[in-house]
């Protein structure tokens, strides 16, 4: 359990959902795919799971001293499973948003228009990807100040 | 670093200060690795020697416009000072011990 990995890892996620939040933003009218064929842009969203590299996990079962009953001490293997709960994060997909109804906007002059005139909108909500950006962006500070408490308690420590 | 290295020099002749727990381990139990403390210190400025190599090279990388994250060279620059600070710490203590010993009046 490294804390400032785990914390690096929160902030690697925090900005990789404000990246797909400025993806989203940015293909709000995108009607079309990168090679031209008729598929409007969907909403998409970052899924996030709790990650332990192996070398994380490798730490938690490194060896420790322990003392024995006739007073001497043993360096014993240990696999402390309950360490292994404390988890970063990781992004495991960004998966598009097939839910939310896409929007229809009736505009004949469109060249992407159908043939009762209406246009096929990404299904991205401006408001809703405002909240999305200020969320992750508070998510990121609040990490940026468990790493300072972090960075605090070490600086405390080497005063012993 | 002229200190740790007489500092270093000053634990090797001195091996029962340090060396008590590993003459117990070894003596009735073969499985334990407790080694002296001398080499705890080696690979604890080695370790402390790569935190700082590793932080030099990800501030060059970021700087050369490669896809690091900020906050990646950020923890990687307070992980090599706190790892400084720390070797300066032990240090001071090491130096600390060997006057005390020298003041020792026989």
């Known amino acids: 359990m490294d804390i400032y990995n785990i914390l690096g890892s929160a902030l690697t996620a925090q900005r990789l959902r404000l990246d797909t939040v400025s993806s989203n933003l940015a293909n709000i009218q995108t009607t079309r795919a990168p090679d031209g064929s008729l598929q409007p842009y969907k909403r998409k969203q970052v899924v996030f799971a709790p990650f332990l590299d192996e070398a994380q996990q490798m730490g938690n079962m490194a060896p420790s001293l322990q003392r024995q009953a006739d007073g001497s001490m043993l360096l014993k293997g240990g696999i402390q499973s309950d360490r292994n709960l404390i988890q970063g994060v990781q992004v495991l997909e960004i998966a598009e948003d097939n839910q939310t109804p896409m929007q229809k906007v009736y505009d004949p002059a469109h060249p992407d228009a159908d043939k009762q005139g209406y246009v096929t909108m990404p299904n991205i909500n401006v408001v809703t990807e405002m909240v999305d950006m200020v969320a992750a962006s508070r998510a990121y500070e609040a990490g940026v100040t468990a790493l300072n408490s972090a960075k605090a308690m070490d600086e405390g420590a080497l005063q012993i | ?106």
């Open chain 2, 1 to 106: 670093m002229q200190i740790d290295s007489a500092a270093l020099n000053l634990i090797n002749r001195f091996p029962d200060v340090t060396g008590s727990i590993a003459i117990n381990t070894t003596a009735q139990n073969p499985g334990a690795v407790l080694g002296q403390f001398s080499d705890f210190l080696t690979e604890q400025l080695s370790n402390t020697s790569q935190l700082q190599q590793t932080s030099e090279q990800n501030i060059q990388a970021f700087a050369s416009g490669a896809d690091i994250p900020l906050h990646q060279v950020m923890i990687g620059m307070e992980q090599a000072g706190t790892a400084m600070d720390l070797m300066m710490q032990v240090r001071n203590k090491l130096v600390g011990a060997y006057q005390e010993l020298s003041r020792m009046q026989f």
